[in-house]
């Protein structure tokens, strides 16, 4: 297995990527569903194991959505982990339409979001600001829609502010974002496996995931033949 030179490791969805920034290589990885994930998770260290034999002074940096399962996970593997800026943005997109509701506020709420997501890629400690801009707003405003709302957005926040360090990844070329990984569960699993009046078994399900995902890594699908051809 060939991968290119000084990357680093983003898990889940194992990218590869170069000292700018650009993503140079992706191994995917998918499984049938199943209670706790186990053998998905084998299967992915088996891939993270292989990467850091050919790149041990690579730096591993992990994104996920804040499930605490996936960055149970990756705490195990990584130095870095972010959560995905992707998922926060959107929940900073659900604060915005609390704190200005309405058509009337749409111009303000936009403002919001736009001003408040440049800070958190672009400004050191700017998810401990929005946290405590968001507090105020709640303490401010104590009960309705709006304030049950910004409350589910304060509890990620805080449970996740430690891993929003956008500031510094921005600034040494590491990713933030886990698109290549959302795009994957598209291309890769829902359109083959949600097809109009499909049935699976675990087993079969299995062996078409571990098919598509072989074809889609670069050089996989070649390897596989000619490894199989040998038996």
Known sequence: MTYPDNPSLSSFGERLFDKEG??????????????????????????????????????????????????????????????????????????AKAMYPGKNHKEEREEWLEERCHQLKHKMGAASRILNELREFKRKKKSGKESKEVEKVITYFANQKERMQYYQNVKKNLPIGSGVTEAACKTIVKNRMCKGSARWKAEGASVVLTLRSLHATPSRWEKFWNKYSQY
Request: proline share 3%; hydrophobic share 35%; charged share 30%.
């Open 22 to 95: 650009e993503r140079m290589h992706t191994v995917y990885t998918a499984a049938s569903p199943e209670y706790g994930k186990e053998q998905f998770f084998q299967r992915f260290e088996r891939e993270i194991s292989k990467v850091k034999q050919l790149y041990p002074k690579a730096k591993r940096i992990g994104l996920a959505d804040g499930a605490a399962g996936n960055l149970g996970f990756l705490e195990e593997h990584c130095e870095i982990l972010t959560v995905d800026f992707w998922h926060v943005s959107e929940y900073l997109g659900k604060a």
